[in-house]
T-cell receptor
Framework: EDKVVQSPLSLVVHEGDTVTLNCSYEVTNFRSLLWYKQEKKAPTFLFMLTSSGIEKKSGRLSSILDKKELSSILNITATQTGDSAIYLCAVSYSMEYGNKLVFGAGTILRVKS | NAGVTQTPKFRILKIGQSMTLQCTQD?????MYWYRQDPGMGLKLIYY???????DKGEVPNGYNVSRSTTEDFPLRLELAAPSQTSVYFC?????????????FGDGTRLSIL
């Protein structure tokens, strides 16, 4: 059964801290790994990772994929209260009709001022 | 840019009632998806479509039906609402151009069945 596991399930940090979120997966026909940020409404796309060892960066957020370990991390440096959200990891895999996503349960991040 | 639009935003149903959740996208995306999100759980795929006239089941299709008569619209139908269908429902779409493209999500429909 295809599955994606995220850890920790939740964490609370203070502004300025650095956090690392983890995602591991067991999926056949892997295509890519995606990170989404979900605040009150729709998940918004952060990163898509397809190649092992290549870091993707956007401001204070960065992510890297390790295909050998079947895992990925999402780093947030100098956290701000606006980073408080659920961070979702999803893995895209090939099916007969196009690609589908399987999601992890998410990591709830709360940044205290 | 409207993107993916879902209606209604909230709805309360009685057990046994039926309703249709609407989803429309203006990005000319071929692929569309319906997910449900329960507290503490990731998004679970209900149904998906790769183009007008083509739909297929996801992980949790029981109790739901879909149709795709146009590229823009992908409604989700609940025929006999049950308390287990209380959830937040998200519609998403993706372009067919290129192998690896992210899905774009609507703002969700919060549905309560009482």
């Amino acid at each position: 059964e295809d599955k994606v596991v995220q850890s920790p399930l939740s964490l609370v940090v203070h502004e300025g801290d650095t956090v690392t979120l983890n995602c591991s997966y067991e999926v056949t026909n892997f295509r890519s790994l995606l990170w989404y940020k979900q605040e009150k409404k729709a998940p918004t796309f952060l990163f898509m990772l397809t190649s092992s060892g290549i870091e993707k960066k956007s401001g204070r957020l960065s992510s890297i994929l390790d295909k050998k370990e079947l895992s990925s991390i999402l780093n947030i440096t100098a956290t701000q209260t606006g980073d408080s959200a659920i961070y979702l990891c999803a893995v895209s895999y090939s099916m007969e009709y196009g690609n589908k996503l399987v999601f992890g349960a998410g990591t709830i991040l709360r940044v205290k001022s | 840019n409207a993107g993916v639009t879902q209606t209604p935003k909230f709805r309360i149903l009685k057990i046994g009632q039926s309703m249709t959740l609407q989803c429309t996208q203006d990005m000319n995306h071929n692929y569309m998806y319906w997910y449900r999100q329960d507290p503490g759980m990731g998004l679970k795929l209900i149904y998906y479509s790769v183009g007008a006239g083509i739909t297929d089941k996801g992980e949790v299709p029981n109790g739901y039906n879909v149709s795709r008569s146009t590229t823009e619209d992908f409604p989700l139908r609940l025929e006999l609402a049950a308390p287990s269908q209380t959830s937040v429902y998200f519609c998403a779409s993706r372009t067919r151009q290129g192998e690896n493209q992210p899905q774009h999500f609507g703002d969700g429909t919060r549905l309560s069945i009482l």
